[in-house]
């Protein structure tokens, strides 16, 4: 019998799925400050205190908290839509395939991870990614930031709608980061993101990157194992 349990973060495994929160959003680990937190991610605490309005002391910050990451004001200027991202459609299969070198960059860092646990490499999916594509460019096109689609629903009930089977499946994703291994530092200090990273239920994996919209990059993860 099939279990699914929901973890917290935008993170989702069916074990199974997860998610990463939203545009750069960051989960405090212990021993973090804001002072810690802005030098990392290269953004004044002044920026900071005011992208997180409801933090009304600096030092008063707990584990688990979610903290959202301003996005780099240049890396936006740079990001200009096409024409089909401005008529709301998805991205010409000639842009998936440029981002493959940056799914290959992503796979080749999970497995790395996965080795330093002693667990087996997983397998890249053209079917799984094929639906982790569309998951990106739907929230991309959609503007929306969230395991749940308005268009597929569930990220299990988008796999199987696309015929992707599975006993256990799981999903990250992640928005606003611009490179692979940006994203990667977002999921893996990210408790709920990490767990699915490192799940050794799991051998498959699909990587879905779109770029445009509010966020500049969208980025998706989905795994299933039998």
Do not use: C
């Not at 989960?27 to 804001?34: C, H």
């Not at 998936?96 to 330093?116: A, D, P, Y």
């Not at 646990?117 to 959609?142: C, Q, T, W, Y």
């Amino acid at each position: 019998m099939k279990k699914i349990i929901l973890l917290s973060a935008l993170s989702l495994s069916l074990f199974s799925p997860t998610v990463a929160l939203g545009a750069n959003t960051y989960e405090v680990a212990s021993g973090d400050t804001l002072t810690k937190i802005a030098a990392e991610f290269e953004v004044s605490l002044s920026d900071l205190l005011k992208t997180n309005s409801t933090i009304k002391d600096s030092n008063q910050i707990k584990v688990g908290q979610n903290i959202t990451i301003p996005t780099n004001k240049q890396e936006n200027s740079q990001s200009v839509p096409t024409t089909d991202q401005e008529n709301n459609q998805s991205v010409p299969t000639s842009d998936q395939e440029n981002n493959q070198s940056v799914e290959q960059q992503i796979l080749s860092l999970v497995n790395e991870e996965r080795s330093k646990k002693g667990l087996p490499s997983l397998a890249m999916d053209s079917a799984i990614s094929h639906v982790a594509i569309l998951k990106s460019e739907d929230m991309r096109d959609n503007n929306y930031f969230n395991h749940t689609s308005p268009r597929y629903g569930s990220p299990f009930e988008m796999m199987k709608s696309f015929g992707v089977s599975y006993n256990y499946a799981g999903e990250n994703i992640a928005a606003g980061q611009p490179s692979a291994e940006a994203v990667m530092n977002s999921w893996l200090n990210s408790p709920g993101h990490k767990a699915n990273i490192l799940n050794k239920n799991y051998s498959k994996i699909g990587i879905g990157h779109a770029t445009g919209g509010k966020y500049s990059h969208y980025w998706t993860q989905q795994f299933t194992g039998k």
